[in-house]
């Protein structure tokens, strides 16, 4: 097949996870579908948890002949795709090099909202920082986008898929007809996620979460607020054939909230049902929404395998749920765990903490409220204030301190104060190691950047002490050794994989 027709995607290490091999990038498997679908030929490299990386993606582009590299990443990966970016750039200057995914799509919406009010802000500075990293910038749905992106008579320096009125964006009876993500172009066996110890996988059944909550990225873009779904068939025949294709039979939904479809019940019914026809039995685990869980959703959720939900409680402070628009009060929360309990699931709690109007009161309020409830599990996180969230968004500068930014709920004057931070080159604010990892670029009135981190390690180790909760043990980073794959020599299978070596299964490559 000629070079133009030959693409190379790559997965973007996550060098700030404990573990990179846990859940697959399902949204640019779904590109490197389509593109197989439409007759190109489709390169594969997957850093995640590869500790030299920029040597492995050197090492590849010394031996490809593709031109073209199309590269996806969240805001913690971003500066580990600009290292990458330079590392093709570094063997084959020519190349294209495109940029997709939820990063660019959140400044892109930040961009857009301070055109349309005629402001010169930062979201700009931040969109020119990628201009000058990547070639090529795709914002929004990127599988009808990607064709744009890699037509060489085009001249876009940015493809904007996040707009409800382009042929781009996705409706509902686009997703439904996409090709299943993939997944023969990753090694999946190197993944190692299971649910209760069942081999487990993960799948996107719906996109999109329509709340507003101040500190979630892409409140005001189009392609992260507007649900689109696919039908119950449509979800289980992705179930079927992964237990069919991999011997999967544990499934983890990465959907935002799974009870925003109005279908959520009969989806649990039809999984049921061909669990029973087909004489197996899932493990399934995935979101949901607090205040519109019901017994009804539980009981279908346990006959359809799920032993586990993930909700985003946030706070136990009930002032904070106010403030970060949550929709969910504290009632509302212990209510979810009850009804959990009553229907023998586990939850994890996901907390936050370093929102406006923090304090040692609330973080107290926290540790109590979860103290009582007794979640199975539960995970606590410092907020970042990433482009695209209210808190960025809606934030003006400090009238003294340079680099300092601040963001006021009005109906309280509680105020959150965030350091600028370059996204190409920073990524320690995102997580990491519990045991002295974290890095906060926030504060409050009441708590300095030190003393959120400090009070989030104390809340995090005394409350796994007092609910017996151990920590999750990490996975270290993969080393790409010479005698893998000699520099210049093809990489490793884990690595990299390719269409002409890896053809899909009839069930997983036509469009349906």
Request: aromatic share 8%; proline share 5%.
């Amino acid at each position: 097949m000629s070079s133009d027709r030959n693409i190379c995607l790559v997965i973007s290490p996550s060098i700030f996870l404990l573990d990179e091999r846990v859940f697959v990038s399902l949204g640019i498997m779904r590109i490197a579908a389509v593109l197989e679908n439409r007759g190109y030929d489709v390169e594969v490299v997957d850093l995640s948890g590869i500790e030299n990386y920029q040597e492995a993606m050197r090492a590849h582009v010394r031996s490809s002949s593709a031109k073209i590299f199309g590269l996806t990443s969240t805001t913690p990966q971003l500066p580990a795709a600009v290292e990458v970016s330079q590392s093709i750039r570094s063997v084959n200057p020519d190349a294209k090099v495109i940029l997709g995914g939820p990063h660019i799509t959140l400044v892109n919406a930040a961009c857009k909202r301070e055109q349309t009010l005629g402001i010169a802000g930062r979201a700009g500075q931040a969109m020119r920082r990628l201009e000058d990293c990547f070639d090529v910038l795709v914002a929004g749905d990127g599988e009808e986008a990607i064709f744009e992106a890699i037509n060489p008579d085009s001249t876009l320096k940015l493809i904007d898929a996040d707009d409800p009125k382009s042929s781009m964006f996705l409706t509902n009876n686009s997703l439904e007809n996409l090709p299943f993500p993939s997944r023969h172009l990753l090694d999946l066996d190197s993944y190692h996620y299971t649910i209760d110890g069942v081999r487990a996988t993960s799948l996107i059944a719906q996109l999109g979460c329509p709340f507003e909550c101040g500190f979630c990225g892409g409140r005001i873009s189009p392609m992260l607020r507007r649900i689109r779904t696919r039908s119950s068939e449509n979800i289980v025949a992705e179930l079927v054939h992964l237990h069919k294709t991999y011997g999967m039979q544990g499934f983890m939904f990465y959907d935002d909230e799974l009870n925003v479809n109005k279908n959520m019940v009969e989806l649990m019914q039809l999984i049921a049902k061909t669990q029973r026809d087909l004489g197996v039995t899932f493990s399934l685990r995935g979101f949901i929404k607090a205040e519109l869980f019901t017994d009804e959703q539980a009981e279908a959720m346990y006959e359809a395998g799920f032993r586990w939900i993930l909700t985003g409680f946030e706070t136990g402070s009930p002032r904070i749920l106010r403030t970060i628009n949550k929709k969910a009060t504290q009632e509302d929360n212990t209510r979810c765990i009850e009804i959990a309990k009553r229907h023998n699931l586990k939850v994890k709690g996901l907390m936050s903490m370093g929102h406006p109007g923090e304090s040692e009161d609330t973080i107290q309020e926290s540790y109590r409220w979860l103290k009582e409830v007794r979640p199975n599990d539960f995970d606590v996180t410092i907020i970042t204030c990433y482009p695209g969230t209210p808190y960025y968004d809606y934030a003006v500068p400090h009238e003294t301190l340079p680099d300092v930014w601040i963001y006021t709920y009005e109906k309280t004057g509680d105020r959150l104060y965030q350091f600028e931070v370059d996204y190409t080159k920073i990524a320690n604010y995102y997580k990491g190691d519990p045991d002295g990892g974290y890095q906060a670029y926030v504060y409050t009135d009441s708590l300095s950047r030190e003393e959120l981190v400090e009070r989030r390690d104390w809340l995090e180790r005394t409350l796994r002490q007092d609910l017996d909760i151990p920590f999750n043990p990490g996975m270290p980073a993969l080393r790409y050794e010479h005698s893998m794959g000699q520099l210049g020599g093809p990489l490793p299978s884990f690595i990299l994989r390719k269409s002409k070596d890896h053809k899909p299964s009839a069930s997983s490559s036509v469009t349906r």
